[in-house]
Nanobody
């Protein structure tokens, strides 16, 4: 499956952005989908994931209540709605797909497919 992330940009602290991840090549419903991020000088970190049906979601503690992941398998698209953005949320955000399930989905190494990344900049 090929993944294309988009929607990043510059936003003021407290603002919102909606990231999209469009899939092609294979049906998205085969995969658990995740978003990871990497800030300059830092390691890539897990942000959020969603089960194949969308019925279960898994969030990094620091984004709970601010970020929402959703998916539409018919449209082969996953979204990440980010509200109340903070400067520490600034990073390159990557969408990724895995055939693995919880509890492994928090580890980027189990994701076999990655989008190209979209840059989120949050000004204070």
């Amino acid at each position: 499956v090929q993944l294309q992330a988009s929607g990043g940009g510059l936003v003021q602290a407290g603002g919102s952005l909606r990231l999209s991840c469009a899939a092609s090549g294979r049906t998205l419903s085969r995969y658990v989908m995740g978003w990871f991020r990497q800030a300059p000088g830092k390691e890539r970190e897990f942000v959020v994931a969603i089960s194949r049906s969308g019925g279960s979601t898994y969030y990094k503690d620091s984004v709970k209540g601010r970020f929402t992941i959703s998916r539409d398998n018919a449209k082969n698209t996953v979204w990440l709605q980010m509200n109340s953005l903070k400067p520490e949320d600034a990073a390159v955000y990557y969408c990724a797909a895995t055939i693995n399930d919880d509890p492994y989905i928090y580890n980027g190494y189990v994701y076999g497919y990655w989008g190209q990344g979209t840059l989120v900049t949050v000004s204070s």
